[in-house]
């Protein structure tokens, strides 16, 4: 019997809380109806129906329908606060979006983002690439272009044949048994630039790439140098190298 009687003491006391809550939303909305009353009794002419500041906006024959409809619908305050918060995210996604770069910022972003594989050729666009190159190098009777096997760069015949001078930086040497190499670069005053290499090398082929700087890390203007490799004390081989 105490138990039964606990409940309907928490039963009327929520009931109480719900009534009352529900009284306050009524006397909220009392004067927002009346302000709607006086408004129509005052425009009974009109098929429209004005906001309660209409006088200090202006306001569309719609929109004043749209707002006396909303207000007789008795929504509660947070039911239209989460509807309003739902339609202004799209919004405000965008501003912060536009806070965080520019425009142009976003785009190149956005096209940073996109897989690299995305942009390989197709291979339907890569075989009618080489048919083209093919067919626009065709001559009857003749074999002009093969877009397979071996192919090896005009620069690298000209090399080859010594018909084109090798400027680059690129240095190499072959050793038959261990020595002592120093590889240096000098200017065309024939002052020592940088050195490369200084030390003992076992037999082999080696390659060396100057970096266009000198021992102090300072990289140094455009124009011609030349390359020394000293290998033994007998032995040396120079090459000219040119700085673009």
Excluded: C
């Excluded at 006086?38 to 429209?48: E, I, T, V, Y």
């Excluded at 004005?50 to 409809?69: G, I, K, L, N, V």
């Excluded at 947070?78 to 142009?104: C, F, I, T």
């Excluded at 044949?161 to 050793?175: N, R």
């Amino acid at each position: 019997m105490g138990k039964h009687l606990t409940y309907l003491l928490i039963f009327g006391a929520s009931f109480a809380l719900i009534a009352d809550s529900l009284s306050a939303q009524e006397q909220d909305l009392r004067p927002i109806k009346h302000v709607v009353a006086d408004s129509l009794q005052n425009n009974s002419d009109s098929s429209a129906v004005t906001s309660p500041s209409s006088s200090e906006y202006d306001f569309s024959d719609r929109q004043d329908s749209a707002y006396y409809t909303a207000m007789n619908l008795h929504i509660p305050t947070g039911s239209r606060l989460q509807y309003d918060l739902a339609l202004s995210e799209s919004v405000w996604r965008l501003q912060k979006d536009l806070e965080s770069g520019s425009p142009w910022q976003v785009a190149i972003n956005n096209i940073n983002s996109i897989p690299r594989e995305y942009f390989a050729p197709n291979p339907v666009d890569s075989y009618n690439h080489q048919y083209n190159i093919q067919q626009a190098l065709s001559v009857p009777n003749m074999n002009t272009y093969s877009p397979y096997g071996l192919k090896i760069p005009l620069s690298s015949i000209g090399k080859l044949m010594g018909l084109v001078q090798d400027v680059s930086p690129k240095m190499s040497f072959e050793l038959d048994y261990n020595t002592d190499v120093e590889i240096v670069i000098y200017s065309v005053q024939a002052s020592v630039i940088a050195t490369i290499f200084k030390g003992a090398k076992t037999p082999g082929y080696h390659t060396y790439t100057w970096n266009g700087r000198n021992d102090q890390g300072k990289k140094m203007p455009p124009g011609d140098y030349i390359g020394e490799i000293r290998i033994g004390k007998r032995k040396y081989i120079r090459k000219r190298i040119v700085i673009y």
